[in-house]
């Protein structure tokens, strides 16, 4: 398991914009770079990350061998209802972890 | 190329406002000469990826190694304990009689008392456990240690770090001393302080210790050893000498010198 750092706010106002900052611990090894022996590293990145609000996804993004390591993606969501909010990232090598955060709506 | 050439502390130790020794001008923090956007990124503990091995380090800390204990079993809450412990290091060590820096306190304290093996300096394990013990020194001035049987080691690392060594003929105070605030190859060079290690550089994509910097190159010219000066050091049985006025390394590629003789001429 990755280590992540997500910062998503516990409680929000309906309809309130909110930022949800992700940050993930990946290598995110290009696949272009050769190793100390002078062969190429084989690639492992991740490829998708998305964001579930209650289910739905509200954002997604795919990354490629140019985004560097450990990987930070910030974006705005707007509360809508409490529930809960999961974060996957998906990627190379069968990499795959999910975090999840609940949020309250006054 | 900010960017590349930016440093993200975890420890993040501010520089002490005293004169510095050669330049006169005031101490100041390599934190200073960063843009603002990056300087943001290193306070913000969810942005600043350093945290993801501060995060470890806790883990660690509350880790039991060996027969039954873990760090917390003698220090307790590290917030507390490790409070301004890493602000002066490196500290003479009574046993080993000799100066010892966090990386060789970790592993004494690992052998000594945990009874289990060392971690290899600069392995992810370790830096975790720096980055988290640096880290409860966040924001307090460096406060090198008083012991007096440190004045042997000191004196012989501001000998090196004045020493002309290498291929390039260049010595640490050459460029820090006497240039810090100079652009060189795109990077500002800063005074050679030693507060924030370990230390996230966006360059390595990765922390490193003190320990990186010092033997290679940063001036963004690649990872190029200057052999010579490594084998000076390693004759003068420099290993521990490291103590007293650490800096990045003055060894440089050849095309980044040619830049900087060109400045100064």
Known sequence: MARTLIHAPKSARKGEVMEIRTLIAHPMETGYRAGADGRTLPRDIIRRFSCRYNGEVVFSADLYPAISANPYLAFNVVAEASGSMSFTWEGDNGFAQTESATLTVT | ?265
């Open chain 2, 1 to 265: 190329m900010t960017l590349r050439a930016a440093w993200l502390a975890t420890g993040a130790l501010a520089c002490a406002v005293a004169s510095a020794q050669n330049s006169g001008e005031a101490r100041r923090s390599g934190f200073d000469t960063m843009s603002p956007r990056i300087q943001a990124m290193q306070r913000d503990d969810q942005q600043n990826p350093g945290m993801l091995w501060v995060a470890d380090g806790e883990v660690l800390w509350n880790k039991i190694f060996g027969i039954s204990f873990s760090c917390a079993s003698c220090h307790g809450d590290a917030k507390k304990s490790m409070r301004g412990v890493a602000a002066h290091y490196p500290d003479w060590d009574p046993i080993e009689k000799k100066p010892v820096d966090l990386t060789q306190r970790i592993n004494l304290c690992r052998t000594r008392h945990q009874l289990v093996l060392p971690l290899p300096p600069e392995s992810e394990e370790m830096l975790g456990l720096e980055a988290y013990v640096a880290n409860q020194s966040r924001g307090l001035p460096l406060a090198p240690s008083t012991a007096p049987e440190l004045t042997a080691a000191r004196e012989r690392g501001r000998q090196l770090y004045e020493q002309r060594i290498g291929q390039l003929n260049l010595s640490c105070a050459l460029c820090h001393d006497k240039l810090p605030g100079h652009v060189l190859a795109g990077a500002t060079i800063p005074q050679g302080h030693v507060n924030g290690y370990p230390t996230y550089r966006l360059e390595w994509q990765g922390l490193g210790s003190l320990q990186r910097p010092r033997r290679l190159p940063v001036l963004g010219a690649g990872e190029q050893h200057d052999r010579r000066a490594l084998r000076v050091e390693r004759r003068a049985g420099a290993r521990h000498e490291r103590v007293a006025r650490i800096s990045s390394s003055a060894a440089t590629a050849q095309g980044v010198c040619r830049v900087l003789i060109t400045r100064i001429s």
